[in-house]
C-alpha cells in the first residue's frame, strides 16, 4: 500500500473546510441579523483586532500564560507520576487524593486559585496549570506501571542505575500515554485559558470575547471565537508533529504490517 | 598457572540446600534442597517438566528472586542482589528488548553509567553484534528484527556486559528449529571462545544433551534435584555428528528416564 503524498493528504483534508468558508462568506453577505453578521464583516474585525494592536495586548498575554501553565502542568505531573511510579506505597495513599483533586472542576477552582495567587497574570498560570496537570501526571503513573514486567526485569539484572532507569527506560516506556495525556492536557489548557480571561482579567482573548459580548461589539466577539478556533486547530496539529517525534520509535501501522509478512 | 588453579577450585555458580515456598510457610513448595556446583568454564543445562520450577531456580541464581531457604553463591560470594559478574538471557524473545531504543543502544544500556569509556562502550557494542550476525543492525529498532534476530540481540546484549556466568532461561524456545540450531552452535563457540560458565534451563532434552557438560534433572513436586547427569563427548560438537553419537544417545536415555521416574515417584507433601 501506498502512502497518500503529504500535498494530496493536505488537499484531501482542506477541501471541505474551504467549501463551508466560501458558503458561508456569499451565503451570509446579506444578513442582517444583528447576532449573525456577514462573514466578511467577520473577517474584517478579524484582521482589524488580531493583525493589529490586539495581537500585542491580548493574543501574546494568553499564548505566554497558555504555555506557563502547561510547562508547570508537564514539570510537576511527569515529575510527579514518576516518583509515585517509583514508590508504590506513595501512590497507594496518594491515590485517592489524586481522584478527588482530578474530579473538582478547574473552573471552579478559579476563585479560589485568583484570591491565592492575585489577579495578575499568576492566576491565570497557576489555573492552566491545575487543569491540565491531573491528565499528565495520571498518564505518567499508569505508563510507568503499565510498562513490560521483562523489560523492568531487565533493568534490574542489569543493574541499570537509576537516571538511566528513569531517562532511557521508564520516562520512553511510558511515553505513548504520556502523550495522550499531554493532548488531553492541551485542550483542558485551552478551556481554561479562556475561562479564566473570562472570569477575571483585563488582557486576554477571552476577555477581549466576554468584553465583546458585553458591548455588543458582535463582529468582535465572532472574531474573538474564531481565532480561539484557530488557535486550537493549530496547537493540536503542532502537537501532533511533536508527538511522532516523541514516539518516532514506534513502528507506523502499514511498517508493521508489512514486517509482520514477511 | 597457580592462580588460575586456585580460582578454579572456587565454584563459579554454587546452590546449597537452595529452596523456593511461595505463599509462607504453608503455602506451595516449589523447590526443594538444590545443591549444585558449578566450577568456572563449564556449561551446565537444567531440564524438567514444564512448570516444575525452573525459571523460579534461574531467578534466584540471577539474584532477582530471593530463595526462601538456602543460598546462592556466585565466585564464593553470597548474593542478595543481581551480581555485577552475571548476566541473563530469560526465555521470550523480543519482550526484553527496550523497543524505543535502536538495536545498538539496546546493547549499550548495561554498559553505561559504570565509568566505561564511550569509545569502549562502542567497540564492545559492536563486537558484541558482529559476533552474533547482526553486525549491520545496530541502527534498527527491535520491531524491524525477526524473533531469532532479536534474541540474537538479546544474547549480543549479555556478552557485551562481558558476564563471568550466563544465565539463559529457555533462550531458544520460541524461535524456529533451524534458527534455533544455529543459536545453539553459536553458544557453544562463544562458551569455549570466552570460557565463561553457562547455566542454561530448557525443556528439551536433546538440547540439554548437546550443550551440556552436565544435565541436571529437575523432578518431583516440591522438585528436588532427581539426577545429574555427565555428558562426556569429547572435542568439538556438531549438529549431524554429534547428535548419532552412541555416547549421546546413551546420555539422552539417562535424561529422559530420569524425566520420567521423577514423574513416578512425584512425593505428595
Known sequence: MKMMSGLRLLVWELWLPILIVVVWYFGSESSKSPYFPPLSRIWKAFVDNWFGPGFVHDVVPSLTNLAFGLAV????????????????????????????????????????????????????????????????????????????????????????????????????????????????????????????????????IGHFVIVAQQTFAIADMWSGILLLGIIGYVLNLGYGVIERWLLRWQPRTHDALAVKGN | MSSTESAASIPAVELSGLGVTYGGPTGREVLRGIDLSVAPGEIVCIVGHSGIGKSTLIRCIAGLQKPTTGEVRIAGIAIDAPPATLALVSQDYGRPLMPWLRVGENV?????????????????????????????????????????????????????????????????????????????????????????????????????????????????????????????????????TTKADPLFIECRTRVLSAIQQSKVVAPVS
Open chain 2, 108 to 240: 549499550r544500556l548495561p554498559l553505561r553509567g559504570n565509568g566505561l569509556a564511550r569509545k569502549v562502550q562502542n567497540e564492545r557494542v559492536s563486537d558484541a553484534l558482529a559476533v552474533v550476525g547482526l553486525g549491520g543492525a545496530a541502527r534498527s529498532y527491535p520491531w524491524q528484527l525477526s524473533g531469532g534476530m532479536q534474541q540474537r540481540v538479546a544474547i549480543a546484549r549479555a556478552l557485551a556486559y562481558r558476564p563471568q556466568v550466563l544465565l539463559m532461561d529457555e533462550p531458544f524456545a520460541s524461535v524456529d528449529a533451524q534458527t534455533r540450531a544455529e543459536l545453539e552452535d553459536l553458544l557453544l563457540t562463544l562458551q569455549r571462545d570466552l570460557g565463561i560458565t553457562v547455566l542454561l534451563v530448557t525443556h528439551d532434552v536433546d538440547e540439554s544433551v548437546y550443550l551440556s557438560d552436565r544435565v541436571v534433572v529437575l523432578g518431583g513436586t516440591p522438585a528436588l534435584m532427581q539426577d545429574i547427569v555427565d555428558v562426556p563427548l569429547t572435542g568439538a560438537r556438531d549438529q549431524l
Open chain 1, 73 to 204: 502542568a508537564l514539570v510537576v505531573g511527569v515529575g510527579a507520576g514518576l516518583l509515585l511510579a517509583m514508590f508504590p506505597l506513595a501512590a497507594d495513599i496518594a491515590d485517592p487524593f489524586l481522584q478527588f483533586f482530578r474530579a473538582i472542576p478547574a473552573l471552579a477552582v478559579l476563585p479560589a486559585l485568583f484570591i491565592v495567587f492575585g489577579t495578575g497574570s499568576t492566576g491565570n498560570v497557576a489555573a492552566i496549570a491545575f487543569g491540565a496537570v491531573w491528565p499528565i501526571l495520571l498518564n505518567t503513573l499508569d505508563g510507568i506501571r503499565s510498562i513490560d514486567p521483562s523489560i523492568r526485569l531487565v533493568a534490574r539484572s542489569y543493574r541499570i542505575r537509576t537516571p538511566l532507569l528513569v531517562t532511557q527506560v521508564l520516562l520512553p516506556g511510558a511515553m505513548p500515554q504520556i502523550t495522550v495525556g499531554i493532548r488531553t492536557s492541551l485542550a483542558i489548557g485551552v478551556v481554561i485559558m479562556v475561562g479564566s480571561e473570562m472570569y477575571v482579567s483585563t488582557a486576554g
